[in-house]
């Protein structure tokens, strides 16, 4: 009985630490679970194809904060991407990551974040996924998730075309809110990688973001602008250091059950020592919560001609076709350069965290572009195609 005693003392003894941990502790787990299965025109050559996506968000996300005193805390979150199909598995913190300290002077942090340009486009995205089958974000703005400028010219993960970017290595300031209004700032480290040696006096060998924002939130409206630069994103060794950049504004209002938004956005890019490329976009959405679970949403595109002197364009899923071309040894402009697309769907929703989604989505390239596809289907193999996809969405928030 004795020994049954001591061995019921010291086991509550070594319980007590952990107890206190955990009464302690403000870690928190959250996430989002996603799935997508639709089919999706491919274009003039390609056979139609059936797939399944996890996009809009799909991630497990650890956050916490600790107090520190006289108003300061320190904060970490690390969020993963969650393929509940099994397909692309990825290392952790490959979303929304960073570590700082916040408190009166606002909140400063580190890691990989939405940069603020992005930020403040969201803000009038309305009406429309992000990504995935269903997703409006390619033409519009290039799309919108994981980039990394270091990487080098050329590489994957670079995006020149993004400028929805979820960024790497970022140094990242918020201002405390004013009013409703919130002011950020942002850039990301120009390490280049060993696979691409820094060698003095080499153009492009610091690729970096820079990017600074805005928002206004205050009841039913919000208002979004923001400005963003791709420092030195040409290929190394090129006659010159290339950058790019993009200029946006965005507003939504909500009056009763509808919520409208609108977005514009000019991209503008170096792709030669004297020859730019821009491009215009536009979004207009609305969300119409109909009645109890139902609701719709829709949202249309539109991408104006490019514009610039360029000979080449930008490539990636929403880049943006050459503004110029040389016809029998003669500089010409380049016309039917544009493209517009169309989404509508219908979404009921079971409870506040689970929902199912059943869309139709439209992108129309004109004549002389190949700007946009469906989701992450293979590219285009002629130009003045039309694309589109029918697909059905659930998503479960915990």
């Known amino acids: 009985m004795q020994k049954k005693m001591i061995a019921a003392a010291v086991a509550g003894a070594l319980a007590l630490p952990v107890t206190a941990i955990a009464q302690t502790s403000t870690v928190q787990i959250y996430g989002k679970i996603t799935y997508e299965y639709g089919v999706a025109d491919q274009g003039t050559g390609r056979s139609n194809v059936d797939f399944a996506d996890t996009p809009g968000g799909s991630a497990i996300g650890f956050r916490g904060e ?12 690390c969020e993963s991407s969650a393929d509940i199909r099994g397909f692309d598995q990825v290392g952790f913190c490959s979303r929304n990551s960073a570590v700082g300290f916040k408190g009166g002077f606002g909140n400063v942090f580190f890691g990989r974040w939405d940069t603020p340009l992005k930020r403040a486009m969201n803000v009038g995205t309305v009406g429309a996924e992000e990504t995935g089958i269903l997703g ?7 799309g919108s998730g994981g980039s990394q400028a270091s990487i080098g010219s050329g590489g994957e993960g670079q995006q020149r075309q993004r400028f929805k970017r979820r960024e790497a290595g970022l140094v990242y300031y918020e201002t405390p809110n004013f009013g409703g209004f919130t002011g950020m700032a942002a850039f990301s480290s120009a390490q280049t990688p060993a696979d691409l040696p820094t060698v003095s006096g080499t153009t492009n060998d610091k690729p970096r973001v820079l990017s600074i924002a805005g928002t206004y939130t205050a009841g039913p409206l919000g208002i979004g602008i923001g400005y963003e630069k791709h420092d030195e994103f040409g290929a190394q060794g090129a006659p010159t250091d ?30 030669a020592p004297g020859r730019e490329l821009r491009a215009d976009t536009a979004t207009f959405g609305v969300d119409w919560a109909i009645a109890g679970p139902h609701s719709l949403q829709a949202q249309y595109t539109w991408a104006g001609d490019s514009k610039g002197n360029s000979l080449v364009g930008i490539g990636g899923n929403g880049g943006a076709s050459a503004s110029r071309a040389i016809v029998g040894g003669t500089e010409v402009s380049v016309s039917g350069t ?43 193999l002629g130009a003045g195609q039309n694309v589109d996809a029918w697909a059905a969405h659930i998503s479960h928030a915990f």
Do not use: C
């Open 66 to 77: 600790e107090k520190l005193g006289g108003g300061l805390s320190a904060w970490f979150q």
């Open 136 to 142: 409006m974000s390619f033409l519009a703005f290039g």
């Open 242 to 271: 290339l950058d790019d950049h993009g200029f946006g504004i965005s507003a939504a209002y909500t009056w009763g059950p509808v919520k409208i938004g609108a977005t514009w956005l000019r991209r503008e890019f170096d792709t």
């Open 338 to 380: 544009g493209a517009d697309a169309l989404s509508i769907a219908y979404s009921y929703a079971f409870s506040k965290r689970t929902r199912v989604k059943f869309g139709y989505v439209r992108y129309d390239n004109e004549s002389n572009t190949a700007r946009t596809r469906v989701g992450n289907t293979a590219a285009l």
